[in-house]
């Protein structure tokens, strides 16, 4: 006589019965929740625990949170166009001709018309010959890295290079080593001993750094990569449309080779999704081979119309791309800080408990400035992160200057 299923296990069909009357629930002692209840222990006990706060935008500048109205100054959305009409209305007429999602890879369910359009509007833009669309910033770097470079190679990362770099670096299964932040000297030295050893050397570093706010000096990156016959990778996330007069690192280094040119949707353009913009064969083997194209399901198309839409937004109105710039340069110059070289500035406090403390006061203030703690930032460097947007007004950055200059003064 043949078992059943669940005899072959041992359970017979009483045991089963009281299996499903349990709902399979294991007891709070299991060793895996037992671990995560005592890393959660160790973080509270650094300030280092993170939780969600529920949290509604109800614009570019403004969010309501615990029933209150605060002044963002930790949006990302530098521009302001997420809530823009024309962005809103290209995605809503997205979903109405093009449905909801994707339904599954580019390469299975076909290629939507709207991603051609706008890869080619982002090759014409950043003035490539093509470029490739991905579902996130992240999936674009931890897909592309490994996409190019593997065992017996050589992949050199800034050390305050977004969390993304190091993954693809790390996955890629080739040697992988940092260099000094924004150190040519380092770099130039690690580049002339990777080619005795490396059979390919891959350099990635960011734009504009996201927690800084500074700039990598890609015309120094790029000539060192030439002249040590390596590849440069710069995500430009937080530069385009800000930087650069709203192309970014391509105006900013005229002089700067950059052969994969990756940045997102995600920041000043309001919506969501990643793209890396590169040479026709370089995209072409991209497309074919990077794992995060093939096999992920495809951007939604309402996503690809809103960065289309708000692409044509950054192209007509000059002022709006300037007037992030300028609203962090008036904190800075304000507070007698290093001028802002981006939309993004921090506020250095030390150590996690000061930032946070920081935090709450500003909140009780009015003023939303959340506080970014190891290991997103080296030990010692908890900070708050100001980030500007096209629709801060002068009178809510000078009560930002006088909320922060206690701070700065401790």
């Keep these: 006589m043949l078992m059943s299923h669940y005899d072959c296990f041992g359970l017979t069909s009483g045991r089963l ?3 499903r009357s349990l709902g399979h629930r294991r007891p709070v002692t299991d060793t895996l929740t037992a671990f995560a209840s005592a890393k959660l222990n160790e973080l509270d006990a650094k300030n280092l625990r993170r939780t969600l706060k529920p949290t509604r935008r109800i614009d570019g500048v403004w969010v309501e949170r615990g029933g209150r109205r ?9 521009l302001n166009l997420t809530h823009h009409p024309a962005v809103k209305a290209a995605a809503a007429a997205a979903i109405e001709t ?35 669309v991905f579902g996130s ?21 800034d050390e305050l290079a977004h969390a993304c770099i190091w993954a693809g670096a790390t996955l890629s299964g080739a040697q992988v080593a940092q260099f000094r932040h924004n150190d040519m000297d380092d770099l130039g030295q690690r580049l002339i001993a990777g080619r005795t050893s490396a059979r390919r050397i891959l350099v990635a570093t960011d734009g504009v750094f996201s927690m800084d706010g500074d700039l990598a000096p890609l015309g120094e990156i790029s000539r060192l990569c030439r002249a040590n016959d390596a590849w440069l990778l710069v995500d430009d996330a937080h ?27 995600s920041k000043s353009l309001g ?3 990643a793209y890396v913009c590169a040479s026709g064969p370089v995209i072409d083997f991209i497309k074919t081979r990077t794992r995060t194209v093939v096999y992920t399901t495809g951007l939604p198309p309402a996503n690809a119309a809103a960065a289309l839409a708000a692409l044509v937004v950054i192209e007509a109105e000059p002022d709006r791309v300037a007037r992030p710039l300028r609203n962090a340069r008036r904190l800075t110059d304000a507070l007698s800080l290093p001028q802002a070289q981006s939309a993004v500035v921090p ?6 408990q000061t930032a946070l403390a920081a935090a709450q006061d500003l909140e009780d203030k009015g003023l939303l400035a959340v506080p970014i703690r190891p290991p997103t930032v080296p030990a010692g460097t908890a900070r708050l992160r100001l980030a500007f947007s096209a629709g801060h007004t002068d009178e809510m ?11 700065l003064r401790r």
């Design 17 to 19: 019965s009281e299996r």
């Design 70 to 78: 605060l002044i963002s100054f930790s949006c990302n959305d530098y």
């Design 98 to 132: 093009h449905g909801a999602g994707s339904g599954a890879s580019r390469l299975i369910t076909g290629e939507n018309p709207l991603f051609s359009e706008l890869e080619a509007r982002l090759a014409r833009l950043k003035g490539y010959e093509a470029a490739c």
């Design 137 to 157: 910033g992240y999936l674009a770097n931890a897909g592309i890295i490994p996409t190019f470079t593997g065992p017996g190679d050589l992949v050199l990362v």
């Design 239 to 265: 530069g385009l449309g800000v930087v650069g007069g709203g192309v970014g690192s391509a105006k900013l280094f005229p002089d700067a080779r950059v052969d994969l040119a990756m940045g997102t949707f």
């Design 271 to 273: 919506g969501y999704g």
């Design 347 to 352: 506020i250095l406090l030390g150590e996690a």
């Design 397 to 407: 950055i000078d009560r930002l200057v006088e909320a922060v200059r206690p701070w």
